[in-house]
Structure formats: structure tokens, C-alpha cells
């Protein structure tokens, strides 16, 4: 094992109805306030002022993920209590996973399901989410045929949680992950929802009001799917969201605002890293495939010629300090990031489609056949083997992982860059916020940022030790709800502190004062193998050495590997 | 004009041309424009190219064709503006641009020129803002203009500013083109108007040269809007 699993424990339950640990539908007991599915008529006078006041301080939605904006105190006090002090993953096993994977149920797909999941055991993740693309074969054929396969691929590889989803087209907008905790209606929910809701099944997907409203709508039910318990629970996170501009900012907030529980985040960092591997050795395209330009009707018109490319390896959205993610953060609302394979079909490796399949007819192609010469002209790697996105669990098991990531307890990383990450938020009262939470204290108390990273210890799978060189922290203030629902800047976000870690290895403890509370802010980290450097789109006052935009048709991505974290707010009572 | 002396200066991050490459003059001959309700690129770079061909038989001259992003009723679309710089008269281009209405039938179309208009109510007033960001050269992505078929396979920076009607080449997220510095143009070429000049933004590439911005093929995406 070369990753820490915080409690030692690399051991799931692999029970997809795990009604007896108390799972449920994944919900934390959250104060209603905070709870953005129950209406304003719904609360109490006493918790609807308790909403006004959160909402006033532009933190309503933070807490309704975390819950630690009302009860910080008695969370710190239930984890000084129940967990490890001293354990370096922050209480929490840390599991590795991909949320976006497409099978030979995908009309650009190869794999069967055993061969995503196998590779994913091997390569060491602990949970994975199967995302075929929604489309009219898949409504109708692949969405239940490739249910079989992952109840098998449950069976065989016992160490690895295997969810089934879709890679929902969303109307009006790009694609995203949507996916279901497991049980006797996870087909049938999803159906319904392709049936109803994926912008190629419905031909919804052309950039219009209409459309935007009907993503939303969809979001709505599968709220509803959860709330009348036909499945445990429901996530659904926007993938690759800058690649041509499709997702507008009104629109990612849009779908954040009007289901906070549902729709949870975005993809840092794409998948398809190996597309810039230059040729011959690999397809010479743009790392992610994001080599798009704007289109005139379906793009949002504000985006600079820069959104369409990757940093790093990581979509603009995020990459950009100041940019985007970070003007929906500063709202104080949450937003996580996530990384993935979006495996469809593997760099070098020696296998082709079956031959002399019929998608169209059949919904899905025959089993791979091996080849000689390896695919050096395919853009991705499997699952595990390159992207990963670590989730923070209270417990083993499907609840717990869903539970996590709408927790933002979620880092990711790339080339598995480093080992663990423990990144806290501390008040000198003891209090404290993982990744995902909000410290709330009283003005004026003494915050610091207390970061334990576990560097790499083994080889990744290009067989080499990655070093981490640098750690940047990135503080933002929290300036409330937009007003602008297009708003992508956040002009009080910048990297306020850079750690030069190269040759440091085992752990590296660091404890970053953030000086006396007195207006709320956030922070978020990332590192960087200190490869490939560049002044920030925002400047060098905003971000003097950050991901380098990635040259076309040149891109080794071992070459260039970062781990972002998600944010932890700080905020005065 | 077009093999005059040419300066080239840097500026910033930017290379700029001081030259004589005709463009078309702010304020003053005629800018058609030309609405077919197109709503995918490539349909619009085939039309501009079909209408700048049919120009260019008619003595066009320097032949400009860009396109715009545009609404009509909520439908977003993409429209065209064109000038050439050696057509005799108003009436001959009308002629030239009325075949081209005819040979694109389709849901609707508006052709303006001048204070003549024909077509659709509502795309009069989205193809006055097209020819206007046309004749102005604020915005409008520049499918045909002087020089873009012939500076094909991997050219010079300087030599692309002097031998076509590009003003300035930028470099995405801040980088640094020289003189020197090497555009493998993939023979597509879509500089865009900014503000009076001709922009052609390009990013760093493999082998150390530039690419423009936008390819010829972007990665086929099996579930694309477009």
C-alpha cells in the first residue's frame, strides 16, 4: 500500500446497504438553517433567523455542507474526543478515487467494467464511479447492462468501491458525473433521469434558458430521488467544465444554489493527461484534449482565450488564483474540486475495441482483443494510475465516500505526488476545521494553518520517487453572495505564502499564522513538483510562480505534477 | 503594397507590424453583412470562404469576411460582414451577395448593405451591429483576409505580419513572440479584430514554435454541443 489510510484500516465494507451503521442517505445531522433543501417557510422564526444571519454573512451553504459553521466547538470537540490526535491523515481514512470512468457502454469507450476495476485495484484506489456518456443507446440499453457487470466487478475486486453513475450531458451545458449510492433502484434512477434529463436524450443541449432551466429541474429530482429514499444518495459534480466554455458561471452556481447536497463540485484537473504526450511517443494533442476555442452560440462570451487550455494539468477554472473557483469560494460557499482519469481508452496499452461491433445496434462494444502494437496514439491513463481524488471518510464504506466529498474533505493529486495530506485550520482556543469546514471563533482569536504532508514514499507508476518542491498557501476573503451571477474574478484571493520543501521528505510539518480573526476568509493549498512555473493569469502580485499553461503537442504529464486542496473557511462569530 | 518595407516592433509580449498591408479603412466604403442563421463555425468559415471567392471573381480586391456571434429573438447564431476594397459599386456586390442568398436557403436569411436591407426583421438590427463592428474593426473573427491563404505550413512572425493583414501576434497567458519566433500556421489561420488592430493569438507548441489559438481539428468529442 503506499498511501496512508489514516486509522491503518485499508479495509471496506463492501455492502452497498449499510443501513445498520447508520449511513442513511449519507446526511450529517444538520441544523435546518443551513440546510438549503428546506425552504424559508419551512424553518422555525428561531432557525430562519439563524439563516438570515448566515446568510447575511455570506456563508449560507458552507455550513449546510459541513455543518461546522454552527457547531465548530462541538465538532473539534467530538474529534479531539473520538480520533487520533496524532494521526497525520487528521482522523480521517483518506481514500484515493475517480469519479469519472467510461466502459465499452460508451460509444467512444473500449473496457469492460472488470477491466477498469481491476486496473483500479492494482493501482491502488478504493473507490471508482463507472460514467458511461448518456446517450439513446445508453438510456435504453447501456445503463442497465453495465449494472450487472459492476455488481460483478463488486464481487471480484472486494477492495474496491465501485459506483455506478453516468456522464450526464447536461442541458445547456457540458457533461458531469452524476452518480447514485448503491441499491435495488440505482438503474432505475438513473434511467429516469437520463430519460428525462441528458441533453442528447432529450436534445437539449444547445446553450439556451430553457435548457438551463431543465439541468436544474434535474438536479431537483434527483434531490427528490433521495428525499422519497428510492436510493441512499445522490452527487453529481461538472466535469471538465472549462474545456470549450459551455458551463457559464450563472450556470455552475446555478446548479450549486439550487441543490447544494446534489450538486457538489467540478473537476479540478481533467482527465485525459496523457493527450500532450508529443508525438510519436503519444497523440502530440493538448494535455486534457482542451484544445477548443469559443464557440459563438453555445460558449460563454466572457471567457478569455485562456479558460479553453489546461495549467499544470488543471482546468483554468481552478488553476487561476483569483479566478473563478476561488469567486465562488470567496461567496462562502461550498465548491470542490475533484481529478480523474475520464479513461476511455488507454495510452500504450495493447489492446483495441472488439472488432466488428455495432454500438449503435447493440449499445455497447465487444470485449477488447489484444494487439501487438501498443496505442500510443490514446490520451488516457487508468483509472488510479495518474489522477486521484482523496476523500476523507469517517468510515469505510459507499455512504461514507459520498458523505466526505459533499464534505469537501477531498484532496487531489497528480503522479501521486505526495502520500497524505493533513491541512487544518487551528484557533488558539483548540478549535479546529478539516478540509471542507469552517473554524468559526470569536473575533480577534489567533488562526494558523497547520499542514502535515506525508511525501512520497514509493515509486509512482512511471516508476519514480515524485519530490515535491514548493507549497503555496492561497487566502481569499469572503466577500458574500454576487451580485453578478457571471462573476469569475476574486480580486482578494492571492497565494499569501510559499514553502520551499524541495528535499524534504517523510513529513513535512509547517504551521502557517493567518494573525487574528477579524473578517472571514477561506484558505486553500497546492504543491507543485516545482517543474514547470509561470506568473499567475492574475499577475505576479497575485500569483508569482503558479501552474505554467501546458504547450500544445508537448506535455510529459509526469513532468509536471501539482496536488490542489479544497478550501476551509475561517470566520468571526 | 504588399512587398513594401516593413518594420516590426515589439511591444510587451507582442509583435506588432508597422506596414502597408491594406485593411479595410475605419469609417468609410461599404460593409455588407449576411445572415443565414448559421449556428456551427465550420458552416461559416465554408460560406465566408464561397462569398469571398464569388467577390474575388468580381475584381474584390482586398477581401475581408468575419463573423460574429449574434441573437435574434433569444436564437443565437453567427453572422458575416464583408468588404473588398476593389468592387465598383454598391449594386454589383448586391448582385454577388443575392446569389449567394439564393444558393443558401434555409430558415431565413438578412443581407444588409448600406441603407438597402432585405431578409428577416429581426436580423436587421444584429447584422447592423456586425457591420458595424466590421467597419470599426472593434471585434469579428476574420475568416478571409489578405494573406491568409497565402502564408501556409510554418512561417516567421515578422513574415507573416508583413505579408498579410494581421497587426499583431499575441501569445496566450502572457508569453513572448519574437520576430523570429516560428507560427506552424496548420494552414488556418482566424486572427480576430481588437480594438482597430488584427490580432492573431497563438500558444506555445511542440519544437518551440507557436500555433494559433484555434485549430483546424479540434478533438472530436462524441457528445459535443457542436
Redesign the interface.
Known sequence: MTHDHGNGSNHHSHEPHDHSHGDGDGDEPLAPATDLSIDDTELSPCQLGRRRFLRNAGLLGAGAATASVIGPAVESAAAAAERPSSHSSGGFQWLAGDHHIHTQYSPDGQYRVIDHVRHAGAYVLDWMVITDHGSLQHAKIGVEKVNPDIIAARREVADVLVFQGLEWNIPSAEHGTVFVHPGPNEVAVLKAFENSYDGVVTNTTASSPENETLAITGLHSLKQAVRSQQVHDALMLANHPARKGFDSPHEIRGWRDAEPRIAIGMEGAPGHQAAGIPTPDGPGSARGYYDYAPDPVNSFAGYPMESYRTFGGFDWMTATVGGLWDSMLAEGKPWWITANSDSHQIWADTSQRGPNSDFTDNGYFDDPIHITSPQLVNGDFWPGFYSRTHVGADRPGYAAVMRAMRAGRLWVDHGHLVNALDIRLRASTGQEAPLGGVLTAKRGTAVSLVIRIRTAMLPNWSQFLPALAKVDVIRGLVTGPVSDQDTFTAPDTRVVKSYDVSGMSDVIALTYPLGRLVDGYYVRMRGSDGNRLAVGLNGAAVDPAGPAMDVEGDADPWNDLWFYTNPIWAVPT | MRNGSIVTTVSGTDVRASGCIPTPRRGRGSVAGFDVLT???RD?DVLAETIAAAITAEGGGDVFVA???ARSD?H???ALSISASGVATPSSWWDVLSEAVDSNPGNGIGLALDDRYIGLPQLREPLADAVQAHRTRRSG?VIVFPGCTTNAGTVMVEELLATSAIDRVRV????RADPGSLVRTRNFL?PRWDDGELVL?T?????GAL?P???PF??P??????
Open positions: 449556428e456551427l463555425q461559416a463573423s460574429h456571434p433569444g443565437r447564431h453567427i473573427r496566450l497567458a502572457g508569453g482566424r493569438d500558444q506555445p507548441a511542440a519544437g500555433v489559438f484555434e485549430t479540434p478533438t468529442c462524441c457528445q459535443s454541443q457542436g
